[in-house]
């Protein structure tokens, strides 16, 4: 049984950083084809998609954010993380992790995590 | 970026009706490889999006058959054949032919 769980620290003030996690069981990020991804979506408003990573450690980016996102992975506890830079009161949302296979994409998603950017 | 328009953007159906969401892309969603990368999810109300077709017309693992995908190249369509209380939520295509990964708008359905 695949499941994803998001993490995050819910509140945080503009420019600092926000860094998420995603703990997952049923799968391995060590599996030839396996990723996570993650997408956002603000309260009332669409999905957006920010990032991948894959088992070989190939990472992707959505161009809009330009440099402010790090994907990474820790494969033996079955966790990726995703950190945003310099945050405002835009970043505020939900985020999600979803696994992908190859180029089978987003057949599992976690709860999400509420996120909101604050002073 | 590959934009996805989606129409309607809300729909008011009954029990029991069939309808149709189309999703409409600014290229081609076909790629190289041969393969057409149009995704359809569901977000009900307080929950995560789910997927129900993926490869345009493929229904996703315990998808009811009363949910079909359709189209190619810039026009897809998701067909609901006989709407039922548990379908209201947010429809929304996705494609990953072409990077950056990007979703339609949304398609509200409402249940009158």
């Known amino acids: 049984q695949v499941t994803l769980k998001e993490s995050g620290p819910g509140i945080l003030q503009p420019s600092q950083t926000l860094s998420l996690t995603c703990t997952f069981s049923?799968?391995?990020?060590?599996?030839?084809?396996?990723?996570v991804g993650w997408i956002r979506q603000p309260s009332g408003k669409g999905l957006e998609w920010l990032a991948n990573?894959?088992?070989?450690?190939?990472?992707y980016y959505n161009p809009s954010l330009k440099n402010r996102l790090t994907i990474s992975k820790d494969t033996s506890n079955n966790q990726a993380f995703l950190k945003i830079t310099n945050v405002d009161t835009a970043d505020t949302a939900t985020y999600y992790c979803?696994?992908?296979?190859?180029?089978?994409?987003?057949?599992?998603w976690g709860q999400g995590t509420l996120v909101t950017v604050s002073s | 970026d590959v934009v996805l328009t989606q129409t309607p953007s809300i729909l008011s159906a009954t029990i029991g009706q069939s309808v149709s969401i189309s999703c409409r892309s600014s290229?081609?969603?076909?790629?190289?490889?041969?393969?057409?990368?149009l995704y359809w999810f569901l977000q009900r109300p307080g929950q995560s999006p789910q997927r129900l077709i993926y490869?345009?017309?493929n229904l996703g693992s315990g998808v009811p058959n009363r949910f079909s995908g359709s189209g190619s190249g810039t026009d897809f369509t998701l067909k609901i054949s006989g709407v039922e209380a548990e379908d209201l939520g947010v429809y929304y295509c996705?494609?990953?032919?072409?990077?950056?990964?990007?979703f339609g708008s949304g398609t509200k359905l409402e249940i009158k």
């Open positions: 990573i894959w088992w070989d450690d190939d990472k």
């Open positions: 290229q081609s969603l076909l790629d190289s490889d041969g393969n057409t990368y």
């Open positions: 996705m494609q990953a032919t072409h990077a950056p990964l990007t």
């Open positions: 049923g799968f391995s990020l060590s599996t030839y084809g396996m990723g």
């Open positions: 490869l345009v017309s």
């Open positions: 979803a696994r992908s296979y190859r180029r089978d994409w987003f057949a599992y």
